[in-house]
């Protein structure tokens, strides 16, 4: 890369990012925002506020190890399967197990993918920064060149950065598994905690219900005595009580109503579960001095009980105006939920969950 040379003032190189920055926003077609962001978006491969050769040398010599670093981190999230896997081999076939291992391994080979992609858009950046002069006084173009070269050391770096977080939340969870395989108090307080949540969502659940509840007797109570002044005053209009029901109503109504149908996969989940860990304490002849599978199945079958009864309160407070604007998303939810089946990919259920409340 063309080096500038050392001007009176000892700073290195050519005019300041500052000045650059100006030249690029206001060049036809780069759309690049206004000097200020320009100008912070350079200094990623300037020095003291200067770009120049040495210093997109140096700014490509960090990012390579910015990037080489995700590559480490996944590496050793490979490691850490592969003796998750040998932990697990007795219960391999336990279907929470295999799905555990099975999405760890996509998560492996999804973050490897991209380092891949990432390390080939860095190979090209450095291509381009070589062959890309920096004179004492780039022209238009040139300005224009160096500034996409400052956003794509941005982007690689900023992606780096969230695939070694990625690798590295992925192996804290594959190590927390091997303790799940190894510890049966692990195994059994994890399903503590599950029961616990699903109880606490149950919970709420009804309660929201409750309130609908009360806020709808509320509004029909108004509507009814409305109602009665309007025939004292041998008014001719005619009260609806569909009408007072606000819209914030029917949302709240469609929310339980996808809510409870998401908290009743979750407990069939959480039961499966339960009869995977007895499973595994068998095999491994693990005898814990507190087990939670059989508390944890009469838990949700209670707990099935109440969604149960709160699907039923639901059913009673609908609307006809209601189910008019929410039943075609309802039973989008109930066909995306057909087929799935413990153990559950919660992922894609959530996927399936925001897209009905946000058509």
């Known amino acids: 890369m063309e080096r500038a040379e050392r001007s009176e003032d000892g700073r290195i190189g050519s005019r300041a990012v500052e000045d650059i920055a100006e030249t690029v926003a206001a060049t036809d077609g780069t759309d690049a925002g206004d000097p200020e962001e320009i100008a912070a978006t350079l200094r990623g491969v300037a020095a003291d506020g200067v770009l120049t050769g040495e210093s997109v040398d140096s700014a490509m010599a960090h990012l390579s190890k910015v990037v080489s670093t995700p590559a480490t981190r996944v590496e050793l999230s490979g490691m850490e399967l592969d003796s998750a896997r040998e932990d697990a081999t007795e219960m391999a076939d336990v279907p929470s197990v295999a799905a555990r291992l099975d999405g760890f391994a996509a998560r492996v080979g999804s973050i490897e993918s991209d380092v891949e992609t990432l390390d080939a858009d860095l190979r090209n950046l450095i291509d381009r920064a070589e062959d890309t002069a920096v004179p004492a006084d780039p022209s238009e173009s040139e300005g224009v060149e160096l500034y996409r070269i400052a956003a794509e050391d941005r982007r690689i770096h900023a992606e780096a950065t969230r695939l070694q977080g990625e690798a590295d939340e992925l192996t804290t969870e594959i190590e927390s598994f091997g303790r799940w395989i190894a510890r049966p108090s692990v195994r059994h307080d994890e399903l503590r905690t599950d029961v616990e949540e699903l109880t606490a969502a149950v919970g709420a659940l009804e309660d929201d219900a409750a309130s609908l509840a009360d806020a709808v007797d509320?509004?029909?109570?108004?509507?009814?005595?409305?109602?009665?002044d309007a025939d004292e005053a041998n008014d001719a209009s005619d009260a609806d009580g569909d009408d007072g029901v606000d819209d914030t109503f029917a949302r709240?109504?469609?929310?339980?109503?996808?809510?409870?149908?998401?908290?009743?996969?979750?407990?069939?989940?959480?039961?499966?579960?339960a009869a995977d860990v007895a499973t595994v304490d068998e095999r491994l002849g693990a005898e814990p001095e507190a087990p939670a599978h059989e508390a944890v199945r009469d838990l949700t079958a209670d707990l099935e009980d109440r969604l149960a009864a709160t699907a039923d309160r639901l059913d009673e407070?609908?609307?006809?105006?209601?189910?008019?604007r929410y039943d075609r998303n309802l039973r989008a939810i109930d066909e995306d939920m057909a087929t799935v089946e413990p153990p559950v990919e919660w992922g894609s259920v959530l996927t399936a969950l925001e897209e009905a409340r946000a058509s």
């Open 252 to 273: 709240t109504w469609f929310d339980c109503t996808l809510r409870r149908r998401v908290l009743e996969l979750q407990a069939a989940d959480l039961r499966a579960a």
């Open 317 to 324: 407070l609908a609307r006809q105006s209601w189910h008019d």
């Open 218 to 228: 509320a509004v029909d109570a108004d509507d009814a005595q409305d109602a009665a």
